[in-house]
């Protein structure tokens, strides 16, 4: 999963490179901006993937196929409402975030330009997450490789041809999204129906069981929450930084596609811990969790300094690849070390977010990020003034750390609660 979930960030840097080549800071900032309000109108649907992939985990967990059935048509439903919603809305959405991030004008030209072609990919990016969440959950994670692999490489492919090639500019490299989108709906539905039992299908009346529905849509909830907090630290962090300049934005946009690399590269073994933890939920069996929970964070932490290693080595390399502007290579040098060290202070965060998913701890998760939240924003506001971009940064640093060691504080009240009668759990917790 780990390989699945790094084709993402290749498909920003490669969006970015394209945009990059046209030697444009304007443009750069510009796909800075509109990703960033893509994601405000996408990623908050992540709880989609994350919500199915526990809820389906903890169906397998007690051997339940037919409520693993149920819980993907009813992310599928509630992923084609949403979907549309967006496309309808996608005027007021690129509006208010104009409003939000506030750049220039030549820059937000370029966001519209952006955010409305690729919006059109919201109903297939959405069911997308549906899929890729009941593959996580059954544990068949090289099929979720193979699927994003479809998804982000045909993406890749079409934003080089649409973008550089046929030399669309910025409407190309969001046309080859909606098209990548698509392409990777109609595989992943194929997959997923062939590997259905077939006498094992729900009924209707199991699909759309309101207890189940209250289930998914208050663990969605929660998620979404979580999401939205997350994706509102990104923004304030985006304007503050505009506020410097587009040359300053350009460089933290360049900036923030290490972070995403890092976080994707992380995302593999939180993946990982969402399996292990939702299975080891659902079948009350805490030596498991014990388990999955230690060597998850192990593994996560170990990566994190790997990852920031290689970014403070190679980061100006990945710079100088990204663009062709002498301005902006030598401003994202100055900011490097920050952009390096997001990966270890974000590591523990990103394995516990694939505990409490696991576990469908989402309330929990979500009082978390808020508090988070409010403490980044009185750093960003306290830091800034005095150290300039290099406070917004360490901001930034410090707001994912707090996020997970506020959830691995959280950790032994919810497991005790889980896990009322620890009789059977002494023996996992040596192996």
Same mark, same amino acid.
């Given at each position: !999963? ?29 796909? @800075? ?17 994350? +919500? %199915? ?7 397998? +967990? ?20 949403? $979907?549309? &919603? ?52 059954? $544990? ?9 692999? /479809? ?12 973008? #550089?090639?046929?030399?669309? $500019? ?21 997959? /997923? ?7 094992? *299908? ?18 969605? *909830? ?18 503050? +930084?505009?506020?410097? +300049? ?41 030596? &498991? ?17 790997? !990852? ?20 902006? *290579?030598? %401003? @994202? ?31 929990? !998760? *979500?009082? !978390? ?8 924003? @009185? ?15 360490? @901001?930034?640093?410090?707001?994912? =750390?707090?996020?997970? #060691? ?19 759990? =002494? ?5």
């Amino acid at each position: !999963m780990t390989l699945a979930f790094l084709t993402t960030p290749l498909l920003g840097l490669t969006d970015t490179a394209v945009v990059g080549r046209i030697g444009d800071a304007a443009a750069l900032g510009g796909l @800075a901006v509109g990703s960033l309000i893509f994601d405000f109108a996408f990623a908050t649907c992540n709880f989609l993937r994350s +919500g %199915t992939t526990g809820l389906t985990a903890q169906a397998v +967990g007690v051997e339940d196929d037919r409520e693993v059935q149920a819980v993907f048509w009813r992310a599928a439903i509630l992923a084609a409402a949403i $979907g549309l &919603a967006l496309v309808v809305t996608e005027p007021a959405l690129t509006a208010l975030g104009l409003l939000a991030i506030a750049p220039g004008p030549e820059v937000a030209e370029t966001v519209r330009t952006y955010v409305f072609v690729r919006m059109f990919s919201a109903p297939f990016a959405l069911f997308n997450y549906a899929v890729l969440g009941h593959v996580l959950g059954r $544990g068949h994670s090289t099929l979720g490789l193979a699927l994003q692999l /479809v998804v982000n490489g045909t993406n890749i492919a079409l934003s080089i041809l649409f973008g #550089l090639v046929l030399d669309w $500019g910025v409407g190309g490299v969001a046309l080859g999204t909606v098209c990548g989108e698509a392409v990777g709906a109609l595989v992943g539905l194929l997959a /997923v129906l062939g590997g259905f039992a077939q006498g094992e *299908r729900p009924s209707w009346q199991q699909i759309v069981d309101r207890t189940g529905f209250v289930r998914m849509v208050a663990v969605n *909830r929660d998620i979404m929450i979580r999401s939205l907090c997350l994706l509102s630290a990104f923004a304030l962090f985006t304007r503050i +930084g505009a506020s410097f +300049g587009a040359g300053v934005l350009a460089a933290n946009g360049l900036l923030m596609n290490l972070f995403m690399i890092g976080s994707f590269f992380l995302d593999g073994m939180a993946t990982a811990a969402e399996q292990l933890i939702g299975r080891a939920v659902g079948a009350r069996w805490r030596p &498991a969790f014990d388990r999955a929970t230690r060597l998850t964070i192990a593994w996560g932490l170990g990566l994190g300094v790997l !990852m920031a290693v290689v970014f403070a080595a190679g980061g100006r390399a990945v710079i100088a690849f990204l663009t062709t502007d002498q301005g902006v *290579r030598g %401003t @994202a040098g100055d900011y490097l070390f920050w952009a390096a060290a997001t990966p270890l202070s974000g590591a523990l965060a990103f394995i516990m977010d694939g505990v409490f998913i696991g576990a469908t701890w989402s309330g929990t !998760m *979500r009082d !978390m990020m808020i508090i988070s939240l409010a403490l980044f924003v @009185a750093a960003a506001y306290a830091l800034t003034p005095l150290l300039g971009n290099h406070g917004l940064w360490l @901001a930034m640093v410090l707001f994912l =750390g707090v996020r997970g #060691l506020s959830l691995l504080a959280a950790l032994p009240a919810r497991r005790r609660r889980s896990f009322p009668d620890p009789a059977d759990a =002494g023996a996992g917790l040596h192996q």
